[in-house]
């Protein structure tokens, strides 16, 4: 139920992290790949990765805020591949700040990233899943668009209101679509080491002690650990699965 072989999945923000990581776990159930994200460089070795294993990965440089180059980007991957299966809107930023210290500029690379680039994304895969009556959308959403947080570190409000808003997206595409056999849902990671992280709340020995002691399971997510809610998302093991989330967090929003 979770092979995906003969698929080919298109993954945004894949030259790091979350993204990396999935763009292996679509490898390995079998699946080819297009690798989309501004840094070309890292999307090529990735690339040389995985065609090491035997997956035809495709290297894509592509800027989720920007039409023309997402427009360009999906041509390249039907010339290549012929179709899309599957499509992980992953690419996304977090800015710390509250309202009353946000600068515009940064809510609106918030939302043109975490947004905008999935409502685009969704414009020019959407035909081609229409056209072959078959798609499966994920979108990376987060806890933070279902809870605040008083811990200075989390102040996060054009995150929270992103965040939120991919699941509103995620809700009203499903309905939409879901005639023509597209599964839309949405995968809402906690705290995970990733490129976003590492030089922020993982350099805090404090911070990780406290959320640790917080946390039901005692440590926050490890590499890969959201793969699995991804791979449902993204196989036919969730066939009469869409407009649903699943929080990934070890448990830590429940308390």
Request: overall charge negative.
């Amino acid at each position: 139920m979770f092979d995906l072989t003969g698929k080919i999945a298109v993954v945004t923000g894949a030259s790091s992290g979350l993204g990396a990581d999935a763009a292996r776990a679509y490898a390995k159930a079998g699946a080819n790949v297009a690798l989309l994200a501004r840094r070309q460089d890292k999307l090529e070795a990735l690339a040389q990765e995985l065609r090491a294993e035997g997956i035809d990965a495709l290297p894509v440089g592509c800027d989720v805020t920007d039409e023309a180059s997402i427009e360009k980007a999906i041509e390249t991957v039907i010339d290549h591949f012929g179709r899309i299966d599957i499509l992980l809107n992953n690419a996304g930023v977090a800015v710390r700040g509250g309202v009353d210290t946000l600068s515009q500029e940064d809510w609106d690379r918030s939302m043109n990233i975490n947004v905008k680039g999935i409502y685009l994304m969704c414009k020019y895969v959407i035909p081609h899943m229409k056209a072959q009556n078959y798609g499966k959308i994920v979108n990376i959403s987060s806890v933070n668009a279902l809870f605040g947080d008083k811990n200075d570190m989390f102040i996060r409000h054009a995150y929270n209101t992103s965040k939120a808003a991919v699941l509103g997206l995620t809700l009203g595409m499903a309905c939409s679509y879901g005639q023509f056999n597209i599964t839309v849902n949405a995968v809402c990671p906690g705290l995970f080491e990733s490129e976003m992280t590492q030089n922020t709340l993982f350099k805090s020995e404090a911070f990780l002690q406290g959320y640790s002691a917080q946390c039901p399971m005692s440590r926050p997510g490890r590499r890969g650990e959201v793969s699995g809610p991804i791979l449902f998302f993204s196989s036919d093991a969730s066939s009469y699965v869409t407009g649903q989330h699943v929080v990934v967090d070890g448990g830590t929003s429940l308390v």
